[in-house]
């Protein structure tokens, strides 16, 4: 029986480890029930975010399933799906600053920690805002809640699942919300892959496979209707 390789970052509530080190998580699992579609086995191997088009080129893998916008670039390097789930990119900060940075003009003197490679990167860019690059998301959160950045963005639905009150980040919260966006799966420019998924994804909305794996991460509200 052939893989599935699918390439991802750490990234709660999408892809991410149980305590047996399995990969779950909304992406995880969809990943896992779209290779049993196609007779293989999904294989999630970690990488660099910022050489996900690199990796796919030179087919160290199959796909890139990792809450991955849909920006022109992605468009234009990949093969992408249509999109299945809405998000935007935020602005962290510790709760008790909230009230202060409620607007983007209120941002520029912030010190940032952001992914780098990541949407919420190419959104400080955009501003001018100047920032440390992280190799994960999780990592540009912990930054802030260390005190060593007042601030991070991350993907909303990230923001959702893992700060606020009854989470391991209670003291921090989200302000400003810069854009809004939609996740995509990539594949190789010209793969059959596309096509195929598609098909499998709109069979599983259609039987409610979808909406009930959404639900057991908590990203239900985000999932594109089909």
Known sequence: KGTLIVGITEFEPMDYQNTAGEWIGFDADMAKAFAESLGVTAEFQLIEWDSKVMELEGKTLD??????????????????SEPYCLNGQVVVVPADKADQYQ??????????????????????????????AMDTQARALM????????????????????????????????????????????????????????????????????????????????????
């Open 63 to 80: 796909v890139v399933w990792n809450g991955m916008t849909l920006t022109d670039d992605v468009k234009s390097l990949m093969g992408t």
């Open 103 to 132: 607007t983007v003009e209120s941002l520029s003197d912030l010190s940032f920690a952001v992914e780098n490679g990541s949407a919420g990167a190419e959104q400080l860019d955009a501003l001018g805002i100047p920032y440390t």
């Open 143 to 226: 930054e802030v809640a260390s005190g060593a950045s007042d601030a991070c963005v991350i993907d909303l639905l990230m923001a959702g699942a893992m700060i606020g009150e009854g989470t391991s980040y209670s003291d921090l919260t989200y302000t400003v919300q810069l854009n809004s966006e939609e996740y995509g799966v990539g594949f190789r420019k010209g793969s059959d892959l596309v096509d195929a998924f598609n098909s499998f994804w709109k069979e599983a909305y259609d039987a409610g496979t979808v909406m009930e794996i959404a639900t057991t991460y908590g990203v239900q509200e985000s999932v594109i209707e089909k």
